[in-house]
């Protein structure tokens, strides 16, 4: 089961449409093209560097003793790219201001979407209740002391 990050994009809402579902766990296409699985993640820079880093270990497999050493570089480039790859994702991301919602653990992505959409969507009804309610005294509802040790914040 692999856990997908939801990220939405700046200004807009838990429940918009152009929310980003990257998956958080190891991938065979970023292990197999690690340079041209990063430019398709749009993550130019860095995919730039590691074609550059690829060239450079392609070269060092001409050498003569080379070839072991730039098979195991390979590897771990290979290796470092699919493992952490989503992560490179998510912080580049981040740095454009989008907005990390949550991590939802689902089986497939199909899954995660109807999970993220099910509970934003719930979520959004029960804040535009609490919106449109008028309260009886001045200020919100949490300025006051209630009953019980914490705040529910809304949960049961």
Request: aromatic letters at 10%; charged letters at 15%.
């Amino acid at each position: 089961m692999a856990s997908y990050l939801i990220m939405t994009p700046p200004g807009a809402a838990a429940d918009d449409e152009g929310a980003r579902f990257v998956a958080d766990g190891f991938s065979w296409t970023a292990f197999f093209f690690p340079a041209l699985w990063l430019m398709a993640k749009q993550t130019w820079l860095l995919g730039i560097g590691v074609a550059i880093l690829q060239i450079l270990l392609i070269l060092l497999l001409q050498l003569p003793g080379g070839f072991v050493a730039a098979l195991i570089m390979h590897l771990a480039l290979s290796l470092l790219v699919s493992l952490e790859g989503p992560l490179f994702i998510a912080r580049h991301l981040s740095a454009r201001d989008w907005t990390l919602r949550t991590i939802i653990p689902a089986p497939d992505i199909a899954t995660a979407e109807e999970i993220y959409y099910s509970a934003a969507t719930a979520q959004s009804k029960s804040a535009t209740r609490l919106q449109s309610t008028q309260w009886s005294r001045t200020g919100p509802p949490g300025d006051s002391a209630g009953l019980g040790l914490f705040e529910s914040y809304g949960e049961r």
